[in-house]
């Protein structure tokens, strides 16, 4: 079962016993724990006897065996949040594998893994009745709908430009952009409920914005001593180097894909709808992707790759950056 089927499922009270939510946002973990929260349990319940969360890295399978065999005391189901399940490997879970084949009905056990797990993994294998659910992180435009559909969640109502400018200004931070949307929405008084375009300018500020947006153009040009200029005035304004690496990336994949559109002869039209960028903000790419040497657009993406591995094993961030950005003016 995917993500969304389980959470319609969820929303309909049609909750499995055991059920396994893996993927890398602890946003999309904590989203769906909440669902199923709602879904059983009233408003008003007191949860403190029939909702348990447990570190299954701490407490191990056997204490998370002991809380879902509890019986409900009050409500009509326990529910029983065991978190870092990947941790647990196969022998240390045997208790829990041998609770999987024969789970409390009057419980609702959640696994959570804060990674993807692998096919192999035995949780993956995990015999009937458990529930083995994905959560992989939005990219794209799933990125744009899920901002849209989580604000909804929320209360709020944000239109597609709004959304399209916070993921290109923010990244794809999911925390994060949601909380952009909350700042969004409060900056248009406290009953506001509306977010478009001018209250994400508000937030995020005009001379970000102004900085985010002539780095990207600085790219397409290929000039690249305004290009390093901009990314160090991004750093000095305290901007996070993995966001500024982000939106590089962000770059390279629509040169790319301009690059491929030209490459299979697609009218200029068609590629610049397809990269949902202003008019001449989508001219720009598609001349830059015109200029790239063939081959030249997945090899300064794979570039970027290598920039955020290297940051992610504690390379300093400017050098990083500096020459990251030099070798993608220079093609």
Known sequence: MDYASFLAATDKGQIPPVVVLHGP??????????????????????LSLSRESL????????????AALMLPWVLSRRLVVAKGVEALGAKQAEPLTAYLREPNPAAVLLLLANQPLAPSHWLVSAPAPTCVVPAPAPSGGQLVAWLRARARADGLELDDPAARLLVELCGDDLTQLRAEVEKAALAGGADNRRVGVEAVRAVVGEHRLR???????????????????LG??????????LAVLAMLAREMRAAWQAADGLRRGRREDAIA????????????????????PPGAAPRLLARCWEAERRLKLG???????SLLIADLCAR
């Open 232 to 241: 160090e005035s991004l750093l000095n304004a305290g901007e996070d180097p």
């Open 55 to 66: 570190d299954a890295r701490e407490a191990g399978a056997e204490a998370i065996v002991t």
């Open 273 to 292: 709808r397809e990269l949902r960028r202003p008019p001449a903000a989508a001219a720009a790419l598609i001349e830059r992707a015109r200029a790239l």
């Open 25 to 46: 946002e602890p946003l999309l973990l904590e989203d769906a724990v909440a669902r199923v929260t709602r879904a059983l349990f009233p408003d008003d319940a007191d």
């Open 315 to 321: 390379g300093a961030p400017r050098p990083e950056l």
């Open 211 to 229: 900085h985010i947006f002539d780095l990207t153009r600085a790219l397409a040009l290929a000039d690249t001593g305004a290009a390093l200029q």
